[in-house]
């Protein structure tokens, strides 16, 4: 079954302009469903061959900035040398965020005979979201488990992602479905970057997330410390309002590696919610600065320094 035949069967209409897909290989109805899988498990794993490092940014818990994180970070690495080489799968099935903080809420993906084709977003990153398929802002997916991971099956194998530098994929908070379907569906993934603030409430939860990486066998790149510090615009007084520094303690204490700390900076709410790309806009900012530090840092970690 194709996403939109499930989309269809579980009640979602489809957005107007969502062409009908005919996947080449899986999806045809009456089939054995083992062949189905087999044929998907192929077309996936032939799909991310392509793409030479898989990055998934997670959270223990939602409202830290993961999707802020992880489209700024896309395009920071779009910006410094992966130009058309960035993809970012927003696996947020129920929350999708991604599209409205890259500017392209309201596009529909193509579909053609090879499959699925991304949205293409600023810098010629290729996205695909959930919302992409959806009517209208008001439809929810109530979906359980089993559902979204198909879908988000079908996001990696039926996507014509092409051949890019990274995928990076933005999963809702926890360690749920998503995140488990993510995990065990993505080969060779390069990395995990988990996102927290510096509380110490958001501190507990990290914890979790770093154990899962780890059971899953996938390396942690990193903790990213978010909403870590303000400095008033108008005084210039600086105010830890989550606290400051948890991030860093709490890589020390599970041995992962501290990716940098990333400030609390309104512009980078409103140019979320105008869907302008803040790392560009506001690029000698010291929270733009701290994205790109971090940028640099995974490249290093991962070797791809752009040429
Ligand atoms: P999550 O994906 O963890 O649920 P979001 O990325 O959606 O969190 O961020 C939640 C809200 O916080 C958004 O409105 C976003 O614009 C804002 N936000 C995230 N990080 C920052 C930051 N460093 N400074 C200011 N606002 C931020």
């Not at 398929?133 to 089993?146: F, K, M, Q």
Request: glycine share 12%.
């Amino acid at each position: 079954m194709n996403i939109y035949s499930l989309c269809r069967k579980e009640g979602i209409g489809l957005a107007g302009g969502s062409k009908e897909f005919k996947p080449t290989a899986t999806g045809r109805g009456g089939r054995d469903p083992e062949a189905e899988r087999d044929e998907q498990e192929l077309r996936l794993k032939a799909s991310m061959s392509r793409i030479k490092h898989k990055i998934v940014v997670l959270s223990g818990k939602g409202g830290v900035g993961k999707s802020t994180v992880t489209a700024n970070l896309a395009m920071a690495l779009a910006i410094r040398g992966h130009f058309g080489r960035v993809g970012v799968l927003d696996a947020d099935i129920t929350g999708p965020s991604i599209p409205k903080m890259l500017g392209v809420r309201g596009r529909r993906l193509d579909a053609g005979s090879p499959g699925l084709f991304p949205v293409v977003a600023p810098f010629n990153m290729r996205i695909v979201s959930m919302d992409f398929l959806l009517p209208s802002d008001e439809t929810p997916v109530i979906w359980r488990g089993p559902l979204k991971s198909m879908a988000i099956r079908q996001f990696l194998a039926e996507v014509v992602w092409g051949d890019l530098d990274f995928l990076i994929v933005d999963l809702p908070p926890g360690t749920g479905d998503e995140a488990l379907t993510i995990m065990q569906s993505i080969p060779n993934i390069g990395g995990v970057v988990i996102v927290t603030i510096p509380s110490e409430v958001s501190q507990i939860v990290v914890k979790k997330a770093v154990t899962f990486t780890r059971k899953l066998n996938a390396p942690v790149l990193g903790i990213v410390e978010n909403m870590s510090g303000f400095v008033c615009p108008k005084c210039g007084t600086e105010v830890n309002i989550f606290r400051v520094g948890g991030g860093q303690k709490i890589a020390e204490e599970l041995r992962v590696r501290f990716l940098g700390r990333i400030p609390l900076d309104p512009t980078i709410c409103e140019d979320s919610d105008e869907g302008t790309p803040f790392v560009v806009r506001h690029s000698e900012s010291p929270a733009a600065t701290a994205f790109a530090e971090i940028v640099k840092k995974i490249e290093g970690l991962l070797e791809t320094v752009p040429t």
